[in-house]
């Protein structure tokens, strides 16, 4: 589990590094808000530790641009920016949690730890003899890998998370293709005739073309 800490004071940057390597996690620091912006879209990141009063970018403004385009990645702020007033704005900014400075590094960690396990409930996701393991970004039939591209992996993933819903075309280009507006949709029957070829299913069989509509991922079809 890879942490990212926005921290611009090195004294603090360092003991939470410390602290977290010692807890077994890999960490990056960056040293201010933009770094901590670039390396949130650069490296893959499993949470951030974000600081508010930053040069460049302030915490709130990196935790919005995050939030265009990345609504699952856990960021808890760290800051010193203590009022009741301050902290919603922080919540309302995009992030999952809000520690107030000075603070306990056992309180960090155990709140660091609740929100990987809400994510390592939801790690593995099933579909008939397909099984999805998030964390390791791998896709199992019947218990023998199967390779997917990224776009791939993450069409299924969104298919499985909606399973017995009935997804739309532009449902889809906006959740996996993150693309905002109109869109020739054709490209996702590309993508889902490429994973029925992988996992040897037809049209007829776990995902199932809803015509003019879209798809849907079902144990039962
Ligand atoms: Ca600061």
């Not at 590094?17 to 949130?40: M, R, T």
């Not at 919005?64 to 301050?86: C, G, H, M, S, Y």
């Not at 532009?170 to 590309?190: F, K, L």
Request: with cysteine; aromatic share 8%; glycine share 6%.
């Amino acid at each position: 589990m890879k942490i990212l800490i926005v921290e611009d004071e090195v004294g603090i940057a360092n003991f939470l590094k410390q602290g977290l390597e010692e807890d077994g996690y890999d960490v990056i620091v960056a040293g201010d808000g933009k770094k901590g912006y670039e390396f949130s879209q650069s490296q893959k990141v499993d949470l951030i530790l974000l600081d508010w009063i930053l040069p460049k970018m302030t915490g709130i403004e990196v935790c919005k641009e995050i939030r265009k385009t990345d609504t699952k990645t856990p960021i808890i702020f760290l800051t010193a920016k203590d009022t009741v007033q301050e902290t919603i704005e922080g919540l309302k900014a995009g992030a999952n949690d809000y520690i107030k400075k000075p603070f306990s590094f056992e309180e960090l960690l155990v709140r660091i730890k609740i929100h990987f396990r809400a994510d390592q409930e939801i790690d593995e996701l099933t579909l008939g003899a397909i099984t999805v393991v998030q964390s390791k970004y791998q896709i199992l039939l019947n218990h023998k890998e199967v390779v997917f591209t990224q776009r791939e992996f993450e069409l299924l993933v969104y298919l499985i998370k909606n399973k017995d819903k009935v997804c739309t075309r532009n449902q889809i280009i906006e959740e996996v293709w993150n693309i905002h507006y109109e869109y020739d949709t054709g490209v996702i029957d590309v993508f889902i005739n490429s994973i029925r070829k992988k996992l040897g299913i037809n049209k007829e069989e776990l995902i199932k073309t809803i015509r003019g509509v879209g798809y849907i991922a079902s144990d039962n079809v």
